[in-house]
């Protein structure tokens, strides 16, 4: 189950303070972003969530399962691929499966790597494909491994627009399919508003949740939706109170 509850988790590194009393709920098949300006702690929380880091303060459970400090709860996405370069595409897809000893599914790995446009390269080495594509892969890996929760950690921010653009339809229709519980790291609010159901807001200097929104917008969201008044309005709205929070601690 993909229920994770963050309960008042600090972290410092030294004198320096980067986490303060982290509280946040996310549901099974929930999709949250966390959104904040770069340094606010977002990568440090992953960290944490994800066992690489032990928190000094607060304790993190998936499901009621307490895994602070605990690594492979998780299935992590980071910004770049990370596909590894003498895999062909499938093994890179399967890796996480295999890592875990149990059954490899290569017809479910076929049948999603079809599904995302890689059709013809399951057997081609990633130097193959475009950034786009070797996202796709990687995103695919992290779908198929057995873990309930997926962190995806600013995975578009190498893309040109146009291609971040395509990725984030991608990535919600995925979503709707499969409905897998992810926490999505971003400094734009765009992407935030496009993708996610929740959004919680960071301070800066030390982190901390000091607003969530919930998203308003129907699913299936199209590429409409972001010319819209209503979007721009919340656009705005977010951008204002993340600008509040910069000017506090300016």
């Known amino acids: 189950m993909g229920h994770l509850t963050i309960q008042g988790v600090s972290k410092s590194f030294g004198q320096k303070e980067v ?3 982290i509280q946040l709920n996310i549901a099974e098949g929930e999709f949250i972003s966390i959104l904040g300006p770069s340094g606010s702690g ?7 969530i994800g066992g690489l880091l032990k928190p000094d303060q607060g304790s993190i459970f998936l499901h ?8 492979g709860f998780i299935s992590y996405m980071p910004q770049h691929h990370a596909l590894f370069p003498w895999r062909t595409v499938l093994q890179n897809v399967l890796l996480g499966q295999e890592l875990q000893g149990g059954k490899q599914d290569q017809q479910k790995a076929f049948d999603m790597i079809h599904k995302a446009g890689l059709a013809g390269y399951e057997h081609s080495l990633p130097d193959a494909l475009s950034g786009g594509m070797k996202q ?3 995103f695919i890996r992290a779908l198929l491994n057995p873990q309930p929760l997926i ?9 040109d627009d146009f291609t971040r653009q395509d990725m984030q339809k991608w990535l919600q229709s995925v979503w709707m399919e499969y409905r897998r519980t992810i926490l999505f790291i971003t400094h734009n609010i765009e992407e ?6 929740r959004i919680a807001i960071l301070s800066t200097n030390p982190a901390t949740v000091v607003k969530q929104f919930e998203v308003p917008f129907e699913r299936p969201r199209t590429g409409n939706l972001v010319l819209s008044n209503e979007f721009l309005e919340w656009k705005r709205l977010v951008a204002n109170h993340i600008a509040k929070q910069d000017d506090e601690n300016a």
């Open 64 to 71: 009621d399962q307490e895994i602070t400090g605990k690594r």
């Open 42 to 48: 977002k990568s440090t929380l992953f960290h944490v």
């Open 151 to 159: 962190l995806l950690d600013e995975p578009f921010s190498a893309l």
């Open 136 to 138: 796709r892969a990687s």
């Open 19 to 21: 986490l303060r009393d």
């Open 192 to 197: 935030a508003l496009f993708l996610s159901d």
